[in-house]
Nanobody, 126 residues
Framework: QLQLVESGGGLVQPGGSLRLSCAASGFTPSYYVIGWFRQAPGKEREGVSRISISGGRTYYADSVKGRFTISRDNAKNTVYLQMNSQKPEDTAVYYC???????????????????WGQGTQVAVSS
């Protein structure tokens, strides 16, 4: 049974850092791309970042470019999202999701990802 479990969320002050983890089980994550998405209250879900199977290709939303870094450790079946210089507008529930890399389209379009984790809350506030 395919499962994604996010962890690492919490409360952080503006300018601070958090690292989210997405642990995969029930499938071979090295065959799939992994994306991070977030949804703030009253807003639509938005794509944050995506990493290719090998980790050699990454994509970022303009709003997080230069502050967030996505990485993966296929030996540990885990993908990470390092979030630095956080802003209050980063407050959201963060989800990881997986999909087939062969499906064409915008890498940060949530519709390309059929499998999702349950989410982890991130709050950026002083």
């Amino acid at each position: 049974q395919l499962q994604l479990v996010e962890s690492g969320g919490g409360l952080v002050q503006p300018g601070g850092s958090l690292r989210l983890s997405c642990a995969a089980s029930g499938f071979t994550p090295s065959y799939y791309v992994i994306g991070w998405f977030r949804q703030a209250p009253g807003k639509e879900r938005e794509g944050v970042s995506r990493i290719s199977i090998s980790g050699g290709r990454t994509y970022y939303a303009d709003s997080v470019k230069g502050r967030f870094t996505i990485s993966r450790d296929n030996a540990k079946n885990t993908v990470y999202l390092q979030m630095n210089s956080q802003k209050p507008e980063d407050t959201a529930v963060y989800y990881c999701a997986t999909g087939n890399p062969a499906v064409p389209g915008d890498p940060l379009n949530s519709r390309l990802y059929p499998y999702w984790g349950q989410g982890t809350q991130v709050a950026v506030s002083s």
